[in-house]
């Protein structure tokens, strides 16, 4: 039995997905199979039961193309909280199922965990599954959107103008039949997966947060320039599409003000700016766990490879740079001149192991994923005629 075969025979079955009440309801209602197959099924399923709705009673209704001040077909933030966002949050599933797993086998491939603390590692896999299988927790979280959510909507995200999914009468609202199927199934919905995202990324935090309290098995010389530990910052594309979710709803929001209000992209430098940091920070913080056994691995690492470094090139001195040396060994084509860069290069890759297990094109990638939805966004600061203007100018 191979190396690989083994450390996956004794590990168990981890994902921060394949689990809890929904996803038994999932199974079902046959929108999942148990490798988190027909995803897209789920998507169209629960898009279309809080999006289309909305659209038959506001046609029956009358504020699907007019009538209201902001129609449902030209109101941008819904469309894109339940076509886009909850579509995205969705899709994630698989992606973060896969790419965990992966993280969580490279600590046995890579003997990070040592023998001794195997079990303990196994202790802290099966208590994050205990974890996402609660019941008591999913139905606090439906009792949080039924409550807190609600009350959130109701005080700070509520229009204050006439909509299609309310009306305003002698300064009174009232929600229109649309209205109710939007804030009493729609959108706790919505709420109620994405909420239950940040439950995921709760689990997969505490388990990096336990696995660092380890003594863990990292090397200085690994090219990764992490220790080993690299792999842990790819791992955090894997919430990507979360993050995604997030920027396109505040993408929405804000091209509804513009739009409706006449409100300019710059008025929401601050929330722009906000969404970006807060998203950056949820992504990388729990890489920063590690910092300490990084620490220690350059550390001891310099100090290793210095003590070698200092014993060989004192050594190579003698021999070679000493006046008096007796070695009648020819310098052209000796080995010794290889080892000493090689001894310099080693110690090299000890002196650049990074404190945070992430490289610059990780954070890139992430920082222009989350950010893409917000691009478009730039072209309602151009005058449109101004636009066509230059555009022909560009082609004729």
């Keep these: 039995m191979t190396k690989e075969h083994k450390h996956q025979e004794k590990l168990p079955d981890f994902s921060v ?37 909305l659209l038959l009673l506001t046609i029956i209704g009358g504020a699907a193309f007019n009538g209201v001040e902001t129609p449902f077909l030209f109101d941008i933030e819904m469309h894109t909280r339940l076509l886009g966002s909850l579509a995205l949050l969705i899709a994630a599933e698989p992606i973060v199922h896969r790419l965990l797993q992966i993280a969580v086998v490279q600590f046995l491939e890579r003997d990070i965990i040592t023998e001794e603390n195997r079990s303990t590692f196994n202790s802290f896999l099966s208590s994050a599954m205990r974890l996402r299988n609660s019941v008591a927790i999913e139905l606090f979280l439906v009792f949080l959107v039924l409550t807190v959510g609600h009350l959130i909507w109701a005080t700070y995200a509520a229009p204050n103008m006439s909509t299609w999914s309310l009306n305003i009468l002698n300064d009174h609202l009232s929600l229109t039949p649309a209205g109710y199927w939007y804030v009493f199934i729609s959108l706790p919905i919505f709420q109620f997966i994405l909420i239950r995202w940040y439950f995921r990324m709760f689990i997969w935090y505490r388990f990096l947060w336990q696995l660092s309290r380890l003594p863990l098995h990292i090397n200085s010389l690994h090219p990764d320039k992490a220790a080993g530990l690299g792999f842990l910052g790819n791992s955090v594309l894997a919430f ?16 509804n003000r513009i739009w409706h209000t006449g409100a300019t992209l710059i008025e929401f430098k601050l929330e722009i700016f906000g969404m970006i940091a807060y998203l950056m920070l949820l992504a990388f913080v729990p890489l920063f766990f590690f910092s300490t056994h990084l620490m220690k691995a350059r550390l001891n690492g310099l100090r290793a490879y210095g003590n070698l470094a200092s014993g060989y090139v004192n050594d190579f001195s003698r021999k070679w740079m000493k006046t008096d040396s007796k070695n009648n060994e020819p310098i052209l084509g000796t080995s010794d001149l290889q080892s000493l860069a090689d001894l310099s290069n080693s110690f090299q890759v000890a002196s650049q192991v990074s404190l945070v297990p992430l490289n610059r094109g990780i954070f890139l990638q992430l920082l222009i994923l989350t950010a893409l939805p917000l691009f478009p966004l730039v072209l309602t600061l151009i005058p449109l005629e ?3 203007k230059n555009l022909f100018k560009v082609i004729f």
């Design 386 to 388: 101004s636009m066509i």
């Design 17 to 53: 997905v394949l689990g809890g009440p929904l996803y038994q309801l999932y199974l079902r209602t046959r929108l999942v199979k148990p490798a988190l197959d027909l995803c897209g099924r789920r998507i169209v399923v629960i898009c279309m039961f809080t999006w289309l709705p």
């Design 240 to 255: 990507g599409m979360v993050f995604l979710a997030h920027t396109i709803l505040l993408a929405g929001l804000i091209a």
